[in-house]
């Protein structure tokens, strides 16, 4: 069964704190994606990698960046959180360059006090 | 203008009734059309995946595309409590190289029993 796991499913942080969230596949895919969930505004796409140690900046990659180091690992990371930055954050993957299904973890929800 | 219009709702339905979720779209460029189901505090998971115009059947789902008109449905028959959900279209174009995909901002099912 294919899985993305999201360590972290409820974070609450202070403003200026820096968060990681992490994201595991375990489908060896070469694609994987940060996604956050706004009500209104729905999934907007923050970075995404299609290799190891490659990444590309999404719509809204202000104030966020990411890691790759290994295949099956994606890292997003808050260097200085803001309350505007509460949010529902969703890890995906898929694979190949036409991308295909996207398997999403099950969310995160981080809270800026 | 959103690439992806979709209409959030509420939408209540009483159990049995035959659902209908629609997207419209901007870019004729897109290609792929899909359709994700989240449930309350899960990641969205892939339900239709359709390419070019036409319907696609799967049990009591259909999806259609009408690319002529860049509108997009999800039809459910015999609609059940279990499908109370938030539904979000999904889309991406194909002209190599990896390609984004764009999500409506989602629409809520309830179906009372």
């Known amino acids: 069964d294919v899985k993305v796991t999201q360590s972290s499913r409820y974070l609450v942080k202070r403003t200026g704190e820096k968060v990681f969230l992490e994201c595991v596949q375990d489908m060896d895919h070469e694609n994987m994606f940060w996604y956050r969930q706004d009500p209104g505004l729905g999934l907007r796409l923050i970075y995404f990698?299609?290799?190891?140690?490659?990444?590309e900046k999404g719509d809204i990659p202000e104030g966020y960046s990411v890691s790759r180091e290994k295949k099956e690992r994606f890292s997003l990371i808050l260097e200085s959180a803001s309350t505007n930055q509460t949010s529902m954050y969703l890890c995906?993957?898929?694979?190949?360059?036409?991308?295909?299904?996207?398997?999403f973890g099950e969310g995160s929800r981080l809270t800026v006090l | 203008q959103k690439e992806v219009e979709q209409d959030p709702g509420p939408l209540s339905v009483p159990e049995g009734a035959i659902v209908s979720l629609n997207c419209t779209y901007s870019?004729?460029?897109?290609?792929?059309f899909m359709w994700y189901r989240q449930y309350s505090r899960k990641g969205p998971e892939l339900l239709m995946y359709t390419y070019s115009s036409g319907n696609k059947e799967d049990g009591r789902f259909t999806a259609q595309v009408d690319k002529s008109s860049k509108y997009i449905s999800l039809f459910i028959r015999d609609s059940q409590p279990s499908d109370s959900a938030t539904y979000l279209c999904?889309?991406?174009?194909?002209?190599?190289?990896?390609?984004?995909?764009?999500f409506g901002i989602g629409t809520k099912l309830q179906v009372i029993p």
């Open positions: 870019n004729s460029a897109f290609q792929y």
């Open positions: 999904a889309m991406r174009k194909n002209s190599g190289g990896y390609q984004k995909v764009t």
């Open positions: 995906a993957s898929n694979g190949g360059p036409g991308g295909g299904e996207l398997f």
């Open positions: 990698s299609y290799d190891v140690k490659m990444k």
